[in-house]
């Protein structure tokens, strides 16, 4: 009940295109779903984040859908550049307590031009 | 300051050895964390300090010791480590209870020979 299952696995888009990552989770006590970006050798970065009173939210060419009843949230990229070659790890926790973060798998994106 | 650092970037290190990871942090956050994350895998939580206290050991080997000599300041003492625990060691903080925000060092790249 504490995962947070993420896919694909992998995504290669190009250079423009909108890149889209899907995460869903099964603990409904759940109230903080952030996205954290990681570059090879780096510790991870909060990339954006939401709360399920609020169905989307954008920040730049990086928008956050979130469906509650479906307990599922996806990371669009749009205008997706090589830059944003990474990998996204989409995270799950509670506010208050000890903020144990549950982390999604993790997506490897490459942005070819 | 909203940076978390990390010393030393690299350590090589035999199983006999004893070695210390630091984590050093300037933002007044209240909670720090010890994560382990081995390659295309998400970050695994190991310890959680709040408030300068050990609050959350998630079952780590007792090779493995953490500190927390000031709020500023994280240690992880290492001792008679396994060639498996090659990986890297990540730091994090956050501002403590009701925020869920975690800010990332760069991380230890950690290998035991």
Same mark, same amino acid.
Request: hydrophobic share 30%.
């Given at each position: 009940?504490?995962?947070?299952?993420?896919?694909?696995?992998?995504?290669?888009?190009?250079?423009?295109?909108?890149?889209?990552?899907?995460?869903?989770?099964?603990?409904?006590?759940?109230?903080?779903?952030?996205?954290?970006?990681?570059?090879?050798?780096?510790?991870?970065?909060?990339?954006?984040?939401?709360?399920?009173?609020?169905?989307?939210?954008?920040?730049?060419?990086?928008?956050?859908?979130?469906?509650?009843?479906?307990?599922?949230?996806?990371?669009?990229?749009?205008?997706?550049?090589?830059?944003?070659?990474?990998?996204?790890?989409?995270?799950?926790?509670?506010?208050?307590?000890?903020?144990?973060?549950?982390?999604?798998?993790?997506?490897?994106?490459?942005?070819?031009? | 300051?909203?940076?978390?650092?990390?010393?030393?970037?690299?350590?090589?290190?035999?199983?006999?050895?004893?070695? !210390?990871?630091?984590?050093?942090?300037?933002?007044?956050?209240?909670?720090?964390?010890?994560?382990?994350?081995?390659?295309?895998?998400?970050?695994?939580?190991?310890?959680?300090?709040?408030?300068?206290?050990?609050?959350?050991?998630?079952?780590?080997?007792?090779?493995?010791?953490?500190?927390?000599?000031? !709020?500023?300041?994280?240690?992880?003492?290492?001792?008679?480590?396994?060639?498996?625990?090659?990986?890297?060691?990540?730091?994090? !903080?956050?501002?403590?209870?009701?925020?869920?925000?975690?800010?990332?060092?760069?991380?230890?790249?950690?290998?035991?020979?």
């Amino acid at each position: 009940q504490q995962q947070v299952k993420q896919s694909p696995q992998s995504l290669i888009v190009q250079k423009g295109g909108i890149s889209i990552i899907n995460c869903a989770y099964e603990n409904t006590a759940f109230d903080y779903f952030p996205w954290y970006q990681q570059f090879p050798g780096k510790g991870p970065a909060l990339l954006i984040a939401i709360r399920p009173d609020v169905s989307e939210k954008k920040e730049g060419r990086f928008t956050i859908s979130f469906n509650k009843s479906a307990k599922q949230f996806s990371l669009h990229i749009m205008d997706s550049q090589p830059g944003d070659s990474a990998t996204y790890f989409c995270a799950a926790s509670i506010t208050g307590g000890y903020q144990k973060v549950t982390f999604g798998t993790g997506t490897k994106l490459q942005v070819i031009p | 300051d909203t940076e978390v650092t990390q010393t030393p970037k690299h350590l090589v290190m035999g199983m006999t050895n004893k070695k !210390s990871l630091k984590c050093e942090q300037h933002m007044g956050h209240r909670a720090m964390y010890w994560y382990k994350q081995k390659a295309k895998k998400p970050p695994e939580l190991m310890f959680v300090y709040s408030y300068e206290k050990l609050s959350i050991n998630e079952s780590v080997p007792s090779r493995f010791s953490p500190e927390c000599p000031n !709020s500023s300041l994280l240690n992880l003492h290492l001792h008679a480590l396994q060639p498996e625990d090659s990986a890297l060691y990540l730091c994090a !903080s956050s501002q403590g209870t009701g925020t869920n925000e975690q800010f990332f060092g760069p991380g230890t790249r950690l290998t035991v020979l």
